[in-house]
């Protein structure tokens, strides 16, 4: 289950008001800007070069320069209200001094405020991955109108798979963002090691345990999902995950690459009444929503805003009627 999807807002975009010329911006870089927005505003000094012709100079805040100037983060002096922000999200705000503020709730935020302007205000475009997927319009006159617009996005995840180090640049200039997590993962909370001192960890197939005798064999099977150690485990994995990542909203949970789930008793038990799968398969549905929806109660005790993220795969491709996951879970 998502959150309630805020859409943009838009306060009084496009005043009619010309703020500056962007030819004569100097772009300038707050000090406490994170490294995405650091690389957004080097990029944005570029684009204004390639747009106009005239290379926009990069300054820190810190020194005091003349003329038209758009600020890559907020100083904490703008009276933006970011409560209404969300993580992702960024404003486009005209100072009384005329110069352009960009600044979202986080560092992402205010990377993505930058590929916004460029592309809603600017008219660039980053169709395709590399450089000839890139449409820069010409115009040394281009003026930037007075802003004052807080843009929240319409999807809170917004995710492509993409393996090659320009696809994820391209991902980043389309204000793409991973923030649910789904990935194999249990494979990470129940290892190799557990074997020789925890065999009840592991998946009953046909009455006998498999214990992995190497790392690749964890992968072929689920843990077992009903023994309250093994839910203990990925709570305090969970746990720690955020500890360790605060700014993150989701832990991956997701089950391992393999159609082998545990029939112990007690897993036979929580799985009665899951039926097939579309495609016929055994179902293990209800094993784990049991699974999931107990780790999620436990970590929703401490972090009751984060989320858990679990894959609807293969033999758990489904919901049976009259299960349901917990609402924390992705």
């Known amino acids: 289950m998502m959150h309630k999807i805020l859409p943009v807002i838009c306060l009084f975009c496009g005043l009619g008001l010309q703020a500056g010329l962007l030819r004569e911006a100097t772009v300038v870089l707050a000090g406490d800007a994170g490294p995405k927005a650091r690389f957004a505003a080097r990029e944005l000094a570029y684009y204004i070069g390639e747009i106009t012709g005239k290379t926009a100079t990069l300054v820190t805040e810190e020194e005091n320069v003349p003329g038209f100037k758009i600020q890559v983060g907020d100083t904490g002096d703008s009276g933006l209200d970011m409560s209404q922000c969300q993580y992702d999200g960024y404003w486009l705000k005209t100072g009384t001094d005329g110069n352009l ?25 980053f169709y395709l991955p590399e450089r000839a997927g890139t449409y820069v319009p010409r115009n040394a006159d281009l003026m930037v109108a007075e802003q004052a617009s807080l843009h929240n996005p319409f999807f809170r995840s917004r995710y492509l798979y993409a393996p090659m180090p320009y696809d994820n640049d391209w991902f980043l200039h389309n204000r793409g963002i991973e923030r649910y997590k789904n990935l194999h ?45 093994v839910i203990a485990l990925t709570v305090q994995y969970a746990l720690k995950y955020f500890r360790e990542h605060p700014d993150e909203e989701c832990v991956s949970l997701g089950i391992n690459d393999s159609t082998k789930f545990c029939e112990c008793p007690e897993c036979v038990k929580a799985n009665e009444g899951s039926g097939n799968t579309a495609i016929g398969d055994k179902s293990y549905a209800k094993l784990a929503i049991h699974f999931y929806n107990r780790v999620a109660e436990e970590v929703c005790k401490v972090y009751p805003d984060k989320f858990i993220g679990v894959l609807a795969y293969v033999n758990i491709n489904h919901i049976p009627e009259g299960s349901q996951y917990h609402p924390n879970i992705i």
């Open 101 to 125: 503020l960009i600044a979202g709730r986080s560092d992402t935020g205010t990377a993505f405020g930058v590929y916004g302007f460029l592309q809603d205000v600017c008219g660039l475009r």
């Open 185 to 229: 993962a249990l494979y990470g909370i129940i290892t190799q090691a557990h074997a020789k001192t925890h065999p009840e960890y592991f998946a009953m197939v046909d009455g006998k345990r498999l214990l992995p005798e190497n790392g690749r064999e964890v992968w072929r099977q689920q843990p077992c999902m009903t023994n309250p150690e």
